[in-house]
């Protein structure tokens, strides 16, 4: 059965679906893109594996068992499971024993695919449990149903598809937790204590002597629930407010450093270089209001 064919009869009735696609020289430079995309029912003993290989794998199971190695971890794969690595390093998947396996794997690559990946790795094990299967499922289907055109077009459509599969993925953590109610609380309670008060001197103990909390604690919840430790997350609520005023305000350097709760004008200069790319001059210069009466 061909591709085309597979896509016009619907997915997932046992039959395997290969598919292999190589990017226009734009798709290449500029966007995601699949190298392979396939469905599959392992039936039998299967292994495969792969190293030095300039690709990405994300494996999606639908039903049955499989089994990962993967930087000398085994990794049980169970249904709605899903597996994002990195196929430069060696990787092994393989059935599970004598159980069957079905499963959608997407190879990719392509523009900051790297950047994706080393922020998903920061955060998650290789294998994560999807709660809400069928958002990742609805956008694999649509990305087997969509290879049968090979236009500029398609390949936009495919990249944003793989971008928000990706985007899922990043955010699953912080949609799923695991903290209770009360933790959580205490972290949106600190939260807003940033955004609202960044001005003054804070540190991670004085957070933690405030909210009445162990600071090992604190910055471990915090850093799962938003993804960034407290200092972090202050220092870029400070940054972004030091933005504005420098495009909306005459205000010296000096004085809106010292503003955003960070009085040393060279760390000041430093910090906002580090996260904006640029000096504060250097910003005001290119941003500044210049509209004159």
């Given at each position: 059965?061909t ?7 619907g997915?997932w009735?046992g039959?395997?679906?290969v598919?292999?696609?190589t990017p ?7 966007l995601?893109y699949i190298?392979?995309?396939?469905y599959?029912?392992k ?7 792969r190293k030095?290989?300039?690709?990405f794998?994300l494996?999606f ?5 499989g ?5 000398g ?23 599970s024993g004598?159980?069957s396996?079905?499963?959608i794997?997407l190879?990719?690559y392509?523009?900051?695919?790297e ?19 069928h958002i ?20 936009l459509l ?10 899922c ?5 912080y949609?799923h937790p ?5 933790t ?5 309670r600190?939260?807003q ?5 960044y001005?003054?001197r804070?540190?991670?103990?004085s957070?933690?002597d405030?909210?009445?909390l162990n600071?090992?604690?604190?910055a ?9 430790s407290?200092?972090?997350?202050l220092?870029?609520?400070?940054i ?5 005023w420098?495009k909306?305000?005459d ?26 790319g640029?000096?504060?001059?250097s910003?005001?210069k290119?941003w ?6």
């Amino acid at each position: 059965m061909t591709t085309d064919q597979k896509n016009n009869v619907g997915l997932w009735n046992g039959d395997p679906v290969v598919i292999v696609r190589t990017p226009s020289a734009f798709a290449k430079q500029s966007l995601l893109y699949i190298q392979e995309l396939g469905y599959f029912q392992k039936t039998s003993a299967f292994t495969m594996e792969r190293k030095e290989l300039a690709s990405f794998l994300l494996v999606f199971t639908l039903s049955g068992k499989g089994e990962l190695l993967y930087r000398g971890k085994k990794y049980i794969i169970k249904p709605q499971d899903l597996f994002f690595i990195n196929c430069e390093e060696y990787v092994q998947y393989s059935t599970s024993g004598h159980e069957s396996w079905e499963y959608i794997s997407l190879y990719l690559y392509g523009n900051l695919i790297e950047n994706f990946y080393e922020q998903f790795a920061k955060h998650n094990k290789p294998v994560i449990s999807m709660h809400n299967p069928h958002i990742i499922l609805d956008k694999l289907h649509a990305l087997i149903c969509g290879q049968s055109d090979r236009s500029l077009s398609a390949e936009l459509l495919t990249s944003r598809l793989i971008g928000e599969i990706l985007m899922c993925i990043l955010q699953h953590p912080y949609d799923h937790p695991h903290v209770n109610a009360e933790t959580l609380s205490e972290v949106r309670r600190v939260q807003q204590y940033l955004d609202q008060s960044y001005c003054e001197r804070i540190t991670l103990d004085s957070l933690a002597d405030m909210f009445e909390l162990n600071k090992f604690n604190l910055a471990k919840n915090f850093k799962k629930q938003i993804g960034f430790s407290p200092i972090d997350y202050l220092i870029n609520v400070r940054i972004t407010a030091a933005q504005s005023w420098l495009k909306t305000s005459d205000m010296s350097i000096v004085d809106i450093a010292r503003y955003v709760g960070i009085p040393n004008t060279s760390h000041f200069i430093n910090l906002f270089k580090e996260h904006v790319g640029e000096t504060p001059h250097s910003f005001r210069k290119k941003w500044g209001n210049r509209s004159k009466l």
